[in-house]
């Protein structure tokens, strides 16, 4: 599922409280009660997109470097922990809770790692 990656790093932003001031908060609870995922929020709330304005001002610098620069890691934190079949491509993963559990430990390190920077 193309959506896949974004989802589940939204939904570390969610449950972390690092959503933006315009997020669906009733949603962002479902997510964070595991009620729906990440995914789940990304495809229904945000058609799809994924903007600036979905991340609270406060942890935007890191998105930018993390997910979005060019040197960023978290695909390749991604990739470790989500796909586990070589031959199936990076868009076609559909991820469980033990994936996520894996990406989540790495998004937190990343993290750790750019506050301290």
């Known amino acids: ?8 790093f939204l939904q570390w932003i969610i449950e972390n409280h ?25 495809i229904e709330h945000c058609d799809c997109k994924f903007w600036e304005c979905d991340v609270c001002e406060k942890i935007l610098p890191f998105v930018q470097d993390y997910y979005e620069s060019e040197n960023g890691t978290y695909i390749g934190d991604y990739i470790e922990c989500c ?3 070589e031959d199936k491509p990076l868009y076609g993963v559909i ?23």
Do not use: P, W
């Not at 599922?1 to 589940?8: E, K, Q, R, T, Y």
């Open 1 to 8: 599922m193309a959506s896949n990656h974004i989802g589940l």
């Open 18 to 42: 690092f959503e933006g001031k315009e997020s669906n908060q009733k949603l962002c609870e479902q997510v964070r009660n595991g009620e729906i995922t990440g995914t789940e929020y990304f």
């Open 83 to 85: 796909t586990n079949d």
């Open 95 to 117: 991820s469980d809770i033990n994936d996520y559990a894996l990406l989540r430990q790495k998004i937190n390190q990343a993290f750790e790692k750019f506050v301290k920077s």
